[in-house]
């Protein structure tokens, strides 16, 4: 339930910013058929769901309650969902989303540079070499 929500929350926000828009010429309050539409939710709080449009949308998530150490459980969901950009670029998106969080991937999402080389090494110097108050059973 939080994933379609954030989910609904990302389609909303990239619609209004502009940056979404359905594939073709569609004219405001023009409708757009649902060509597939399942859902179903089991009684141990396991779910899916998925639908498909005429216009090339289509979505879909499944996901189970998981025990994250909590009183109430939490959900494991996965899931994704695609589209033709307006510049024709197809976008897919798959993502999982537990205690973890959110984790989206797919080919048009930016992606952080390389580490230097330089600060790859310090790091890897530093992890081998704690400092005195920061070794294991010292105390203060």
Sequence with gaps: MNTWILFLGILGYASAQGRFRP??????GQQIAILRQDSVLNPDGS??????TENGISANEQGQLKNVGGKEPGIDAQ??????????TPIQLTYRADENGFQPQGAHLPVPPPIPEAIARALEWIAAHPEPENQPGRRF
């Design 47 to 52: 779910y899916q769901w998925s639908y498909e």
């Design 23 to 28: 594939t073709g010429n569609i004219a405001p």
């Design 79 to 88: 899931g994704g969902f695609q589209y033709t950009a307006p510049d024709g």
